[in-house]
């Protein structure tokens, strides 16, 4: 039997005791397919890694223009390749699949790419398949303090426990490669992970790429012009742009919505706040002081 009619015999016996809807002529499937990705399909792991080839079959099916139940369908095909690891639990291929990546996304570099679930991935080559790089990674905004000084960067990245985090940049360490300012480094102590150590200038590129969407960056509270500004907001502010904190964090939990410090100041704001900077002024002059340390 040659390897196409055997890849047909384990379709037929896998498909058949599958739950997933897949169409059963497997062997029309693999005579589109290119011989890449019917290579991919017969490859259990790559360097003993089994997810890493099961997203490199799956990626190369979507480039390759077929549906998610054909993808289903070839993976399930090869029970001692890359099928292997879900033939114990083929419910986890379905939400695999419709998590390989799609189109380039307008905040990336071109040649990058990300996943529903925001994994990066990146391409070596104009003809080259894509590479796994990254757990998610987004850049969310540039920002800058109230003065228009201190650029940066606002990432949220998800840890492997599925927690999203937000860290802010300096636009400068942007430029470290090595010690606590490096910003992979930091990244990483925040639970970011990257699968090819040796593309991290790949992850930098992706930081240093300019987003369309701008925020403003505070470490005190209080005045900054006509602004002023507490760990949560940024009363006056600048319209539609995020406000981030980057701050002492007991002055953000002083000024919690709960917190004794702006209690009081929550219930009135809207009949006062705005009409008047120098009533705005007096009002947080008292929520200070009583804020304060004692």
Known sequence: MNVLGSACAQANQVVTHSKLSAPADVADLLAKATDRLRKALKSHDIGGDRSRASWYALTTAVEEGFSDKEIEALILAHASGVGERYLSDQAQLRPETKTSIGSEDTDLPSGFRRSSEGRLFYRRGPNEPCVLLSSPLRVIARTRDYDENNWGRLVEIVTPTN???????????????????????????????????????????????????FARMARRTGWHGETFVLPQEAINGSKGEKHVWDGD??????????????????????????????????LFCSILANAAPT
Do not use: C, M, W
Not at 200 to 208: D, G, I, Q
């Open 163 to 213: 927690e999203k985090r937000q860290i802010y940049i300096a636009a400068a360490d942007l430029h470290v490669n090595s010690g606590e300012r490096d910003p992979l480094a930091r990244l990483a102590n925040e639970g970011f992970e990257i699968y090819e150590p040796n593309e991290r200038n790949r992850v930098r590129k992706v930081l240093a790429y300019p987003s369309d969407q």
């Open 249 to 282: 964090e007991n002055h953000k939990d002083a000024f919690s919505p709960n917190g004794g410090a702006t209690r009081n100041f929550k219930d009135s704001r809207d009949g006062i706040l705005l009409a008047h900077p120098l009533g705005l002024h007096s």
